[in-house]
């Protein structure tokens, strides 16, 4: 079956490539020219060649074509990118390679799709992976999720790669909390690092902050054991660790008192503040989401922050 990838962010051009050592892949780009020419998407993705078999081009008719379409757009764009091509993306197998929680809607990119595009198979593409390690061919194990498992393992059997192994679920609800939630802990990881409170804080944010990824799914009618998985538990330790991560990176700004690039996406912050207002509305503890929440809205700088955390009520675990 043919694939696009449509967006051409470090991640969207990372699963070009990839996939581009299967067959022939089209990847859309609004500045299609430039990395055409130079074979290399040298601003999001530099030093990462281009195979023969991967065309860019910036006619979005003509990607559209694909069987298969992965949305490699970010979050808060999908739903008016959908909205705007509809007829062009009708009947197509849809699969969301984003991850986080609508801002003003509380909702998925899954529930976005079918609303966008009714007739579309939605499905969605997460789990612990850094656009670089896809690229250079380096292992790397993802969840694929559709509501119907037949939809699932055809995407699961075209998406499959050597080095790009995908395992699916037809929990699409915990796969897009485990890969949206994980966020909003590693900004909160990164900022307990950047103010210098150790390994052992973080460890305990990361224990902490799972535990209300499960709450938010239970919630939410997902099963708690997709939440184990890649994308959850999986994801969550990739993020929370690594500077490689834009949302732990966030994180560290915030907890040295620095200023980060805006122009820098990182789905977890609009993520933080959609889930912490569901939270908040649905009566659920998660007092790490809160934390971060007046941390990037300023209603409460670090210190406040951790004495909110540390001064909670005594309680079994």
Known sequence: MSVSVLGAGAFGTALAIALAGQGAITLWARDAGDMQSKRENTRRLPDCRFPDQLTVTP?????????????????????????????????????????????????????????????????????????????????????????????????????????????????????????????????????AMGAGMGESARAALMTRGYAEMQRMAAYRGADPETLAGLSGFGDLTLTCTSEGSRNYCLGLSLGRGEAFDPSTTTEGAATAHAVAKVAKDAGLEMPITMAVAGLLDKSLDVKAAVNSLLNRPLKEE
Not at 89 to 114: N, R
Not at 173 to 181: Q, T
């Open 59 to 191: 006619d979005l008719d003509e990607a559209a074509k694909a069987d298969i379409i992965l949305l490699a757009v970010p979050m808060q764009q999908l739903r008016g990118f959908l909205a705007d091509n509809a007829n062009l993306l009708s009947g197509k197998a849809l699969v969301a390679c984003c991850k986080g929680v609508e801002l003003s809607t509380g909702v998925g990119p899954i529930q976005i799709i079918t609303q966008e595009v009714p007739n579309a198979q939605a499905a969605i593409l997460t789990g612990p992976s850094f656009a670089a390690d896809i690229a250079r061919g380096l292992p790397t194990a993802l969840t694929i999720a559709a509501a119907k498992d037949n939809v699932a393992k055809m995407l699961q059997e075209a998406l499959t790669t050597p080095s790009l192994r995908l395992y699916r679920t037809t929990d699409t609800i915990g796969a897009e909390l485990g890969g949206a939630l994980k966020n909003v802990v590693a900004i909160a990881c990164g900022t």
